[in-house]
């Protein structure tokens, strides 16, 4: 169907322009006419930031949105710097860092001002200093877990993270990260792992070693969770992929068996089960008890409480 003669034909449009978000500036420097994005194939999503009308925006969309729309010297920060990384799903509000005065008023997004940067490239402020950062407002669980995550990961390091709270302890966070970094392990494989770890030794148990590879006769047969050896005790978390992988569950089978036939009980931890941590340590508590443990029945006091708090300093 043609065109009638007197309508225009719609101008070509770049395919860069038709995938996401992009920038006045850059639309111009194209040399296309600003006048196009009045029509109906675009629409605005922050001042100076289009997208075409036929590509979805979801929470990633949004996060360029908002870089496109910040100068240049800001940068992705705070737990927005970890999702994009891979710690969760990207989601509002979304943080950045700047140095120096800037008051910008933008939906969904968290502006930090600062005199000077902390350690940055240009995707973002690095991940030890982003991790800093959250641990000033964070509960200290979900700090262990994040860190615990960072490391296993390769995002950072235990010397990274010390050196850089060493040179920016005036900065938010820096002072709380010092106190939990005797708490991250960074073979635990998992944020799941991380907490049931910090909840078994916030109620006084046996520290257990984390990702521990058990032998038999001098043959591995597992790699397990958490290990609390001197009992033969395992306890491993049970996440979806072992219910829904048909061979991850042959395997777990195997591995079961051959942990029973080396004399060692498994305590198996579920998401259900980890939303009411107080009674998996009793659990893990009288496994350990029926083994031969001695120790301290488990106590929820004050460590207990302070996981699902803010790091407070001072104490």
Known sequence: MSLPRDMPAPSAIPHEFLTGPFATSQWRKAGLSPTILEGRRFRRLLPRVWVHVDVPVGPAECLLAAQLCLPDRARVSHLTRLQVLGWDSIAAPFHFTIAGELHLDLPDVVLHRTKALPPSTPEGVRPAAAWIQTCSTAPRLEC?????????????????????????????????????????????????????????????????????????????????????????????????????????FARDVQRYADLRAAGYEYVQVTAEMLRHPQAVVLLIHQKLCARGYAGPSPVFGSDWRELTRPIVLGR
């Open 144 to 248: 262990i877990a994040r860190g615990d995550w960072l490391l296993h990961n390769g995002h950072a390091t235990l010397s990274e993270i010390a050196e850089t709270v060493r040179l920016h302890r005036w900065r938010p966070g820096a002072l709380q990260a010092r106190r939990i970094c005797r708490d991250l392990d960074q073979r635990s494989a998992s944020p799941q792992e991380s907490r049931l770890r910090s909840w078994c030794q916030a109620g006084g148990l046996p520290r257990p070693r984390v990702n521990a590879p058990v032998l038999d006769r001098g043959r591995q047969i597992a790699i397990v969770d958490l290990l609390f050896e001197e009992y033969r005790l395992v306890v491993e978390y049970e996440g979806r992929q072992h219910r829904e992988d048909p061979r991850q």
